[in-house]
Nanobody, 124 residues
Framework: QVQLVESGGGVVQPGGSLRLSCAAS????????VGWFRQAPGKEREEVSCVSAYDASTFYEDFVEGRFTIFRDNAASTVYLQMNSLKPEDTAVYFCAIERGPYESACPIDPSDWGQGTQVTVSS
């Protein structure tokens, strides 16, 4: 059974940092591109970033503005999202996801599997 588990969320002041983790079980994560998404209250889920499988190419949405870094540790079957200079508008539930299918190693992904999410709250 495939399972993605996010961790690392919390409450942080504006300008602070968090590192989110996405750990996988039931599959070899290094064969998959992994995306981070977020959903704020009352808003649609949106993509934040993606890292491809084999060359670890990275992609970011414009609103990241160089503040976030996505990277993977294949030995640990984990993908991370380092978030710096956090803003109140970054407050959301953050999800990681993969796509299982013929394009599963490349970004962008059309998710087939999601984690349960981790809450990030940026507030003074």
């Amino acid at each position: 059974q495939v399972q993605l588990v996010e961790s690392g969320g919390g409450v942080v002041q504006p300008g602070g940092s968090l590192r989110l983790s996405c750990a996988a079980s039931g599959l070899v994560l290094d064969s998959y591109a992994v995306g981070w998404f977020r959903q704020a209250p009352g808003k649609e889920r949106e993509e934040v970033s993606c890292v491809s499988a084999y060359d670890a190419s990275t992609f970011y949405e414009d609103f990241v503005e160089g503040r976030f870094t996505i990277f993977r540790d294949n030995a640990a079957s984990t993908v991370y999202l380092q978030m710096n200079s956090l803003k109140p508008e970054d407050t959301a539930v953050y999800f990681c996801a993969i796509e299982r299918g013929p394009y599963e190693s490349a970004c962008p992904i059309d998710p087939s599997d999601w984690g349960q999410g981790t809450q990030v709250t940026v507030s003074s």
